[in-house]
């Protein structure tokens, strides 16, 4: 028998790393949305059983894929749902274990079903905010509340677009696969939001102790580079792709050995990844040189100002004040007014960045965005409005869900409260 903690710890670790390939592969197999999910939570739950009892598999991946399958089969078989069916489930999948680069099940040179399941997501037929909830819920098993946090809106309202849109999936058939190359563009602002969206939920985890999900980082920058691969002469695809490289160069030192929250100002600029942020700054550079600017390119020349400068000091806030503004021309929401105040309290002083937050806070768009208070309470602590300060910082602490984040707003608090 082996501990239980050591079976708990597995089979998290197996759920980060293996959910979305298992989910994929299931989908790909039976074409049932819900069967591939209850079939995959099904097997997660035989796991924390069965693996106490018989060892931890060597590749759980394929433990898991295999045991959801056959889940699946056994639902398919009881419902009679059809004879084809049957036959194309009994078929053993390649790919049961992790990623086989050898598998190619159309001919849309893309061999990677992760992919492929964001391009079925990404249909456009669907509202583009069920486009990339579903690809988050399904591929990278955020829950249900994750997502509404990341799209600001209530739960159950998220809980809803999530049902119309598997309900259009199985209504309308659209089939799962990648769409010839020249439907691509129809469906690559879907996608470039899915992959956008997934490494931002594990550069800063919405909920959890951890500020930092390496899984979904590391998926979400290595989808982007397939990505690029496929659409070459696509700038927003290599946009993507140099912000997600430019950002990931400093994931090491967001936070520090004991898991607590280090600020941008304060990282350790020396352990920053040199060949992630060179690799990015080329790819950025190339992209621009095709005169086709774009937000994803926009928030990549946002990310190379921090790289490029040796020290916090010498940051170049006015210069990136001035592409948060350009970036509002593309994205006009508030969360883009809100990084564009931080940048012009930074370069103009508090006071200026005070005011447009003020903006922001009559009109009710943040209202409980945790980040809206946790800003203004920063601005007021460097204007030394103490007090002020120490009022926002509780507000921002009744919003936050990420323990890491609690914890540095806590510290925060504690310094202006007892100066």
Same mark, same amino acid.
């Given at each position: 028998m082996i501990a239980t903690d050591e079976v708990e710890a597995a089979v998290a670790a197996a759920f980060r790393e293996e959910w979305g390939q298992v989910v994929a592969t299931l989908i790909r197999v039976t074409g049932d949305w819900d069967l591939a999910e209850e079939s995959a939570q099904d097997a997660f739950a035989q796991a924390l059983d069965r693996w106490r009892r018989d060892g931890i598999p060597r590749r759980p991946g394929?433990?898991?894929?295999?045991?959801?399958?056959?889940?699946?089969?056994?639902?398919?078989?009881r419902e009679a749902v059809g004879a084809a069916k049957l036959r194309e489930a009994a078929v053993p999948a390649r790919d049961e274990g992790p990623?086989?680069?050898?598998?190619?099940?159309?001919?849309?040179?893309?061999?990677?079903?992760?992919?492929?399941?964001?391009?079925?997501?990404?249909?456009?037929?669907l509202p583009i905010e069920?486009?990339?909830?579903?690809?988050?819920?399904?591929?990278?098993?955020?829950?249900?509340?994750?997502?509404?946090?990341?799209?600001?809106?209530?739960?159950?309202?998220?809980?809803?677009?999530?049902?119309?849109?598997?309900?259009?999936?199985?209504?309308?058939?659209?089939?799962?696969?990648?769409?010839?190359?020249?439907?691509?563009?129809?469906?690559?602002?879907?996608?470039? $939001? %899915?992959?956008? =969206?997934?490494?931002?939920?594990?550069?800063?985890? /919405?909920? @959890?102790? &951890?500020?930092?999900?390496?899984? !979904?980082?590391?998926?979400?920058?290595?989808l982007a580079r397939v990505l690029a691969r496929l659409m070459p002469d696509e700038p927003e695809v290599l946009g993507l792709l140099a912000l997600l490289l430019l950002h990931d160069a400093r994931r090491h030192t967001r936070v520090d050995a004991a898991g607590e929250l280090v600020t941008l100002e304060d990282q350790d600029r020396t352990a920053w990844d040199r060949a992630d942020i060179d690799e990015g700054t080329g790819l950025l550079e190339t992209t621009l040189r095709r005169g086709r600017p774009g937000p994803y390119q926009i928030q990549a020349a946002i990310a190379a100002c921090h790289t490029s400068a040796r020290t916090a000091d010498?940051?170049?806030?006015?210069?990136?004040?001035?592409?948060?503004?350009?970036?509002?021309?593309?994205?006009?929401? $508030? %969360?883009?007014? =809100?990084?564009?105040?931080?940048?012009?309290?930074? /370069?103009? @002083?508090? &006071?200026?960045?005070?005011?447009? !937050?003020?903006?922001?806070?009559?009109?009710?768009?943040?209202?409980?965005?945790?980040?809206?208070?946790?800003?203004?309470?920063?601005?007021?602590?460097?204007?030394?409005?103490?007090?002020?300060?120490?009022?926002?910082?509780e507000r921002a602490l009744e919003l936050v869900e990420n323990e890491a984040e609690r914890r540095f707003l806590e510290k925060r608090l504690a310094e202006c409260r007892s100066a």
């Open positions: 394929a433990w898991l894929t295999t045991t959801a399958r056959n889940r699946a089969l056994d639902v398919l078989r990623y086989d680069p050898e598998y190619d099940g159309d001919d849309s040179g893309v061999q990677d079903d992760r992919l492929r399941l964001i391009f079925t997501c990404c249909h456009p037929a069920a486009r990339v909830a579903l690809t988050l819920r399904t591929l990278a098993g955020l829950t249900t509340p994750e997502i509404a946090r990341a799209f600001l809106v209530p739960e159950a309202t998220m809980a809803q677009r999530l049902v119309r849109a598997k309900k259009k999936i199985r209504n309308a058939g659209i089939p799962y696969r990648v769409p010839p190359a020249h439907l691509l563009p129809e469906r690559t602002t879907g996608v470039l $939001a %899915v992959l956008y =969206l997934l490494f931002n939920e594990g550069y800063a985890a /919405s909920t @959890g102790a &951890d500020l930092v999900r390496t899984d !979904l980082c590391a998926e979400a920058v290595r010498e940051t170049d806030w006015a210069d990136i004040a001035g592409l948060y503004g350009e970036l509002a021309r593309f994205v006009p929401s $508030a %969360v883009v007014r =809100l990084n564009r105040a931080v940048a012009v309290g930074m /370069s103009e @002083g508090p &006071d200026a960045g005070l005011a447009l !937050l003020a903006e922001l806070a009559g009109e009710g768009d943040l209202a409980d965005y945790h980040l809206l208070p946790a800003t203004r309470a920063d601005l007021l602590r460097r204007a030394g409005r103490t007090k002020e300060a120490a009022e926002a910082y």
